[in-house]
C-alpha cells in the first residue's frame, strides 16, 4: 500500500494525450511538500522527468508536463510516442515519516 | 555525464550479509546526498537510505532500519549499503541516487536526478 496513489495502469494511442494522476494526502502532496516524477523502463535507470511539481531537466522533451493541486498531482504526455510506453512514478516527502521520500506504486502507460 | 554504477549484488541465504557499492563519477560527489532506492519484483520502487554529503546524517526506511547501514567514502567517490539479516522481501533490484535537495513552502523537498542501472539482490535458500 504507497502512501501516494496512482492508477496502476493508463493507455493510448500515438499521437494522443494522456495523464496520470498521484493522490497524497495531509501529510505529504496536502502539506504543501513538492512531487517528482520518473519514467522508468525495466532493466534500465529511472529517469527524473519533472521536479518541482511543474520543472523540466535539461533534455526532457516538453510533450511531458506536471501540475499540483492540493493533495494531487498530475503528470501529462502530450503526442504520445512508441517509446513512452513505460512505468511512471510521482515522489514527494511524508512529515508523518519525518520528511522521508515516498512514492507512488507506480503506472503502466501502453501505446497501443 | 554523470555516472552513478552499482555492484555487489547476487544471491545470499536469509539471515546473511551483503554489501553493495556504488561509484559516482562526472560530478564533484562529495558535494551531493545520496541514496538507495530499490524495486522489489513486480513491485514499485521504494526509498531506502539516504546519507548526506559529509555523511553527518543518515536515514532509513523502517523496513531495513537497524539492519541496513548507509556509508561513502568521498576520497573513492563511492556510496555503500551493507545489509545484514537479509529477508526474503529483501530481494530487489537496488538502485543508488543522487538526491537534490531544497527548501519550498516551508518544506524540505528532495528528488533524484541521476540513478545507476542497479543491482540485483536475491534472498533465498
Known amino acids: 500500500q504507497s502512501v501516494l496513489t496512482q492508477p496502476p495502469s493508463v493507455s493510448g494511442a500515438p499521437g494522443q494525450r494522456v495523464t496520470i494522476s498521484c493522490t497524497g494526502g495531509?501529510?505529504?502532496?496536502?502539506?504543501?511538500?513538492?512531487v517528482s516524477w520518473y519514467q522508468h523502463l525495466p532493466g534500465t535507470a529511472p529517469k527524473l522527468l519533472i521536479f518541482?511539481?511543474?520543472y523540466r531537466p535539461s533534455g526532457v522533451p516538453d510533450r511531458f508536463s506536471g501540475s499540483k493541486s492540493g493533495a494531487s498531482a498530475s503528470l501529462a504526455i502530450t503526442g504520445l510516442q512508441p517509446e513512452d510506453e513505460a512505468d511512471y512514478y510521482c515522489?514527494?516527502?511524508?512529515?508523518?515519516?519525518?520528511?522521508?521520500?515516498?512514492f507512488g506504486g507506480g503506472t503502466r502507460l501502453t501505446v497501443l | 555525464e554523470v555516472q552513478l554504477v552499482e555492484s555487489g549484488g547476487g544471491l545470499v541465504e536469509p539471515g546473511g550479509s551483503l554489501r553493495l557499492s556504488c561509484v559516482a563519477s562526472?560530478?564533484?560527489?562529495?558535494?551531493?546526498?545520496m541514496a538507495w532506492v530499490r524495486q522489489a519484483p513486480g513491485k514499485g520502487l521504494e526509498w531506502v537510505s539516504y546519507?548526506?554529503?559529509?555523511?553527518?546524517?543518515?536515514t532509513y526506511a523502517a523496513s531495513v532500519r537497524g539492519r541496513f547501514t548507509i556509508s561513502r567514502d568521498n576520497a573513492k567517490n563511492s556510496l555503500f549499503l551493507q545489509m545484514n539479516s537479509l529477508r526474503a522481501e529483501d530481494t530487489a533490484v537496488y538502485y543508488c541516487?543522487?538526491?537534490?535537495?531544497?527548501?519550498?513552502?516551508?518544506?524540505?523537498?528532495?528528488?533524484?536526478?541521476?540513478w545507476g542501472h542497479g543491482t540485483l539482490v536475491t534472498v533465498s535458500s
Open positions: 541516487a543522487r538526491e537534490i535537495g531544497y527548501d519550498a513552502n516551508a518544506n524540505y523537498n528532495t528528488y533524484f536526478d541521476s
Open positions: 562526472g560530478f564533484t560527489f562529495s558535494a551531493f546526498d
Open positions: 546519507i548526506s554529503g559529509g555523511s553527518v546524517t543518515k
Open positions: 495531509s501529510s505529504n502532496l496536502g502539506a504543501d511538500y513538492d
Open positions: 518541482g511539481n511543474t
Open positions: 515522489q514527494s516527502s511524508d512529515s508523518r515519516l519525518n520528511g522521508d521520500v515516498v
